[in-house]
């Protein structure tokens, strides 16, 4: 009698680094849900519960996937969200938009495989796996040259007080970073089989919600009701892409500066490119500038240009000036934070001869390097932010912790007609209050002009497309927060965090397993 034959037994391919399934036309299907919920959730529609479950199609469509699978439903998620948020911006560079869309949507893809990569190696809860990397993604994505912070969750919540008071602390990277979680937590209450366990993970994001937006609305500073000083903001509501409004352009802001000065302000603000003004090597149209002021007997904030000759080449900056009551010029700041592909073009993209014709209309502006506070005429210090910048909170924060009081926004939207750019742009402005307990004053040529106290609260604001000024009260900052101090320290400790769990997972059998074991999954 023969014996049995003895069976040799195989690894699995749950041992493999890559095993997992792969992706169905169904997953692509739920990316772009997920992309088309994230545009409705932030402005014009705003509709800011969205912001807590528009990560959960897209969990559900790179759970259990292959490494490239993961990458491939994410760069998909990226690249609609990116040009539902952009579309706006196409007819003022459509190559420049394409160029950003491809880029940025690999952040997304990155985020996807992290993910996944993370679920099937460590012991980490969805919650963790989902908004460590999303929130490195974010901070990475607008820290870059191609810096872009425009589609962060966190905007989602901008009318949702008791969601942003933390801000103060954690900035808005730190609110995306808590809105994931949410995310995570509902979609791991989905995923789980059985109603116990269904049960016990509700309790959790239940908790966890109460915990966050509960102490946020008991946080919420009580609103001024008597602020001490005026402003009145001017929307001219100028298309500069037509030559005969931007001929009556002067006439225009004359007559709203007459407007203004009926109510005896202390501050009135031109936006960006309101003024035809050269503070540069040779100046122009000073004079113009100079006479409103004197009729408003206010301190003036409005753009500007500033051209020099320096080497063997004019310089050119957007920038905005201080004008004191008497006419005379306080100062000028000069924008930092410029536009990819709009106001420069960058990586040298411009001496690629083979681009050259793509992107030969793009302007390429110098940038500035000083953080500027100014001291009007009262006494307060006041910052100026110029368009794009106020979209990037650790900028924002940097005058503030110099001594600035008040944020001054100045910007055109006019390129972008009648979509959703005025309303994502302006609703941007409630974080840099709240970061910052800052009062914020705005004034767009063609709307939203708006103030928001240091709470977040809108209390005066425009509509678009009106010729219009807005008289309206602001008070000065009492107070300095941590994120004024620190600045986005939370969102770096986040990808610190992140740094470490990928190159540990990917050197964990060179490393002493008694280490981690907490941590890694067992093959």
């Known amino acids: 009698m023969n014996p049995k034959p003895t069976t040799k037994t195989t690894t699995t391919a749950m041992t493999k680094p890559d095993s997992g399934k792969d992706a169905i036309p169904r997953d692509y299907l739920w990316a772009f849900f997920a992309a088309f919920i994230g545009m409705i959730a932030h402005p014009s529609s705003s509709l800011y519960p969205l912001g807590f479950i528009m990560v959960v199609p897209l969990l559900a469509a790179i759970e259990g996937k292959r490494n490239r699978s993961a990458f491939a439903i994410g760069y998909v998620f990226g690249a609609f969200y990116y040009m539902f948020l952009m579309w706006w911006s196409l007819p003022f560079s459509t190559p420049g938009v394409v160029a950003m869309t491809i880029v940025e949507a690999f952040s997304w893809a990155i985020w996807a495989l992290s993910y996944v990569f993370l679920r099937r190696h460590t012991r980490l809860p969805i ?30 919540q901008w009318n949702f007080l008791p969601a942003i008071q933390i801000a ?24 789980e089989p059985k109603w116990k366990g269904k049960f016990i993970r509700l309790g959790w994001l239940a908790g966890f919600l109460l915990l966050w937006l509960g102490t946020g609305a008991l946080w919420v500073p009580d609103e001024d009701p008597n602020p001490p000083y005026s402003v009145v903001l001017c929307q001219g509501n100028i298309d500069h892409k037509r030559d005969d409004d931007r001929q009556r352009e002067p006439m225009v802001y004359d007559l709203l500066s007459r407007q203004a000065a009926k109510y005896k302000p202390d501050l009135v603000v031109w936006p960006e490119s309101a003024s035809d003004a050269n503070v540069g ?23 500007v240009d500033e051209d020099f000759w320096e080497g063997e080449e004019w310089h050119y900056y957007n920038s905005a000036a201080h004008f004191l009551p008497d006419g005379s010029l306080e100062g000028v700041y000069r924008k930092m934070m410029l536009v990819p592909f709009g106001e420069y073009i960058p990586l040298s993209l411009r001496s ?4 050259e014709h793509l992107i030969a209309d793009a302007s390429q502006y110098d940038r500035g390097h000083e953080y500027k506070v100014f001291t009007a005429s009262q006494g307060y210090k006041f910052n100026i932010l110029v368009c794009w910048e106020s979209t990037f909170g650790d900028l924002a ?42 009062w914020v004053v705005r004034a767009a040529n063609t709307g939203i002009c708006e103030v928001v106290d240091p709470a977040g609260r809108i209390t005066a604001h425009t509509e678009i497309f009106r010729r219009t000024i807005l008289p309206a009260r602001f008070g000065i900052r009492q107070t300095t927060t941590l ?8 969102g770096w400790l986040v990808v610190i965090a992140w740094a470490l769990l990928i190159v540990l997972t990917i050197l964990r059998d060179r490393l002493p397993k008694k280490w981690f074991v907490f941590l890694y999954k067992s093959n």
């Open 483 to 490: 994120y004024t101090l620190i600045g986005d320290l939370f």
């Open 168 to 191: 103060e602390w954690i900035g808005a990277i730190g609110i995306g970073f808590l809105l994931v979680t949410a995310n995570g937590l509902f979609w791991a209450m989905l995923a």
């Open 352 to 355: 690629i001869k083979a681009l």
């Open 397 to 438: 924060r940097q005058f503030v912790k110099d001594g600035s009081q008040l944020i001054v926004v100045i910007t055109n939207d006019g390129w972008f007609g009648n979509s959703t750019a005025p309303y994502q742009h302006a609703l941007i402005c409630p974080f840099r209050a709240v970061e910052n307990r800052s």
């Open 281 to 303: 090597e040779y100046p122009h149209n000073l004079e113009r500038v100079q006479r409103d002021v004197q009729l408003l007997s206010a301190d003036l904030v409005t753009g």
């Open 127 to 156: 919650w963790a796996a989902a908004a460590i990397p999303w929130t490195t993604m974010e901070l990475i994505r607008g820290s870059t040259e191609l810096g872009v912070t425009w589609g962060w969750i966190a905007y989602t």
